[in-house]
């Protein structure tokens, strides 16, 4: 069975620091692709980044990075120079070759104050 | 592009009920998943269809079922509805010819309250 957590349940931080949300994922399938969603008040899911289980390079888009280490199982999520309208639940999430179903994480909470 | 729609956006129904939930996707993609989202349990898979088969399901009993229409467009049924179905449910869609590197797009979710 496959596992996704996000230990951490809410962060709060204040405007233009930096933050990163944690990842780390359980799975005994070689191949598997990872996800970042964001969810806003609205409650769509706003797709992030997906990453491939064979692509270990790390990413960067504007201000957001990721981390993706298959040593430690982990793909985190930095926000560099924070800003109030990344205020969003961010999901991470997990799918195997061969099957359609997204595994999540329970969400972190991010809350940034102007 | 148009992305995924989903109506109705709300819903109150009663014990007892059933209600019927729909969803369009993105032009193109032929594969719709359904996701209940909870407080309690946070997002769990429901089902995936794909060119009018359910292809994947996860574990929820037979009350929830769905369908999907030869446009792609798809359906979820929740009979003899409990207060505990009260959720949002977002549907997704994605290309998924062959269920390998595939990224599902989310609607707006429609959010079911059960009194």
């Known amino acids: 069975a496959q596992k996704v957590t996000q230990a951490q349940t809410e962060i709060s931080v204040v405007e233009k620091e930096d933050v990163t949300l944690d990842c780390v994922y359980e799975t005994r399938d070689t191949t598997y692709y990872l996800f970042w969603y964001k969810q806003p008040p609205s409650g769509e899911l706003v797709f992030l980044i997906r990453?491939?289980?064979?692509?270990?390079q790390n990413e960067i888009s504007g201000r957001y990075s990721w981390n993706f280490q298959k040593s430690t199982s982990s793909f985190n999520f930095t926000i560099t120079a924070s800003q109030v309208v990344d205020s969003a639940v961010y999901f991470c999430?997990?799918?195997?070759?061969?099957?359609?179903?997204?595994?999540f994480g329970q969400g972190t909470r991010l809350t940034i104050n102007p | 592009k148009a992305g995924v729609t989903q109506t109705p956006r709300y819903l109150i129904k009663t014990r007892g009920q059933q209600v019927t939930l729909s969803c369009s996707p993105i032009s193109g993609h032929r594969s719709v998943s359904w996701y209940q989202q909870t407080p309690g349990q946070g997002l769990q898979f429901l089902f995936e269809?794909?060119?009018?088969?359910?292809?994947n399901k996860g574990n929820f009993p037979g009350r929830f079922s769905g369908r999907q229409f030869s446009n792609s467009r798809s359906e979820m049924n929740v009979s003899t509805l409990e207060l505990g179905d009260s959720a949002l449910y977002l549907c997704?869609?994605?290309?998924?010819?062959?269920?390998?590197?595939?990224?599902?797009?989310f609607g707006p979710g429609t959010r079911l309250t059960v009194l």
């Open positions: 997704a869609s994605s290309r998924s010819t062959n269920l390998g590197p595939d990224t599902q797009y």
């Open positions: 999430a997990l799918k195997i070759q061969g099957a359609q179903k997204l595994v």
């Open positions: 269809y794909f060119s009018e088969t359910q292809r």
């Open positions: 990453r491939n289980s064979f692509d270990e």
